[in-house]
Nanobody, 122 residues
Framework: QVQVVESGGGLVQAGGSLRLSCAASGSIVSISLMGWYRQAPGKQRELVATIASDGNTNYADSVKGRCTISRDNGKNTVYLQMNSLKPEDTAVYYC????????????????WGQGTQVTVSS
């Protein structure tokens, strides 16, 4: 019904930048919330940032001032610009979407991407 695909991860030195992208496609009526979570080895998945359809954003304290989330509603795409990266930002980054699906009424469903690896070397 809905596919979520991330791109843009990779290996970068500390202090560098990366831009993650995530596109949702399929039987989408609307997307209320989009965002990014991450999971480092041995740790729980944690929020990085979210953005609502009206543009309201929310950031984890650990990334405030270093990351910017944005979205293109026409393309059902969300971006995460990450600057001043630190080794502790190393994790698999997952895209999250909350979607109203065609032919499924007014219910909204959560869809996740497969994850993209971000590695920051010191």
């Amino acid at each position: 019904q809905v596919q979520v695909v991330e791109s843009g991860g990779g290996l970068v030195q500390a202090g560098g930048s990366l831009r993650l992208s995530c596109a949702a496609s399929g039987s989408i009526v609307s997307i209320s919330l989009m965002g990014w979570y991450r999971q480092a080895p041995g740790k729980q998945r944690e929020l990085v940032a979210t953005i609502a359809s009206d543009g309201n954003t929310n950031y984890a304290d650990s990334v405030k001032g270093r990351c910017t989330i944005s979205r293109d509603n026409g393309k059902n795409t969300v971006y995460l610009q990450m600057n001043s990266l630190k080794p502790e930002d190393t994790a698999v980054y997952y895209c999250y979407t909350n979607v109203r699906v065609r032919n499924f009424g007014s219910n909204q469903y959560n869809y996740w991407g497969q994850g993209t690896q971000v590695t920051v070397s010191s």
